[in-house]
């Protein structure tokens, strides 16, 4: 990539949804440059469209939907590429991390075999195997024959997710898009995977777009940060800022419900009437 070239810029993206009778619009005209090294969040609630713009980036959306505007990949219009070309960007020039691993994996592939896959050609054997170990321990996975051979029905959720991650950064994208990927992780691993990708951005400058229902990891983990609400961009900006200073009041209302979750006193184990007699509202 050119130097001072911007990996990813949306322009103008909409995206509609037509099927029997429904017809209506899913994203409302966005627009957004990721530059290289910059961790962008994406929040909003379930259904804001977080999800179709991540997989309208990669121009993978089923026929249902329609998308008009351009997406940039380092300058170039991705959108208008035939899909032969964008087949050949996906992995190296654009990666994904799904939000539903069970969905992405193949049942039928091992560990191995899904990070080798995104491997730059030309390596012999021996290397790939030393680039599938060194991926694996990077997201936090046992190296070694057990793993690498394991298929994906062997797997706990929180490992899924981390085979993709380790498949997507394997391809040493210049674009990273992550949807929802540390869901299914403990809190100490979900930091140690947020590490794992700000260096990976820093060093690699590698533009990242992080999808999100978590707040808090984006505070503490995004340059910038675009807050959607009914497929609308409604706060685009430095994370710090928008979040410090939020002009909409969505995002007002959001982050005041954050703030205000207090702990509740703790429920004895095994006490079921306790618990049923809780509030939880
Ligand atoms: N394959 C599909 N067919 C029909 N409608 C869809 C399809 N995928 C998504 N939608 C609709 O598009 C809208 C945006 O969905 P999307 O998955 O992008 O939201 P999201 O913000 O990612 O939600 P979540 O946080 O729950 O994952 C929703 O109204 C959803 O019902």
Redesign the pocket.
């Known amino acids: 990539m050119t130097v001072g070239t911007i990996p990813l810029q949306v322009q103008q993206v909409s995206v509609g ?1 037509s ?1 029997s009778a429904t017809s209506r619009t ?1 994203l409302h005209d966005l627009s957004f440059d990721v530059q290289a090294g910059e961790i962008l969040g994406v929040v ?10 991540g997989v309208a980036c990669l121009g993978l959306l ?1 026929p ?1 939907f329609h998308t008009t505007g351009r997406v940039l990949l380092a300058g170039r219009n991705f959108t208008a590429l035939p899909e032969n070309a964008r087949y050949r960007l996906r992995g190296q020039g654009i990666g994904y991390v799904p ?1 539903e691993p069970m969905k992405a994996l193949n049942p039928g592939m091992t560990v191995a075999a899904h990070i080798a896959q995104t491997l730059p050609a030309g390596l012999g054997k021996k290397e790939r195997l030393e680039r599938v170990d060194y991926w694996l321990a990077q997201v936090g996975l046992p190296s070694g024959t057990s793993m690498r051979q394991a298929y994906p029905f062997a797997l706990s959720g929180g490992q899924r997710q981390r085979v993709l991650l380790a498949a997507a950064l394997a391809g040493e994208p210049a674009v990273l898009i992550a949807d ?1 990927f540390t869901t299914a992780l403990d809190p100490a691993t979900r930091r140690n995977v947020m590490v794992l990708l700000k260096k990976q951005a820093q060093k690699r400058n590698m533009a990242v777009v992080v ?1 999100s ?1 978590d707040l808090e990891l984006v505070a503490h983990n995004t340059d910038t940060v675009l807050v ?1 609400r009914g ?1 609308k961009c409604v706060e685009y900006g430095p994370t710090q800022t928008v979040l410090a200073q939020p002009t909409s009041s969505y995002l007002q209302a959001l982050l005041a419900l954050s703030l205000q979750f207090t702990p509740r006193p703790p429920l004895s184990l095994f006490e079921p009437e306790a618990i049923r007699s809780a509030q939880y509202d």
């Open positions: 949804l099927y899913v909003g609630e379930s259904g804001s469209g977080k999800t179709t713009l089923p249902v939000q929802e999808i229902h959607l497929g």
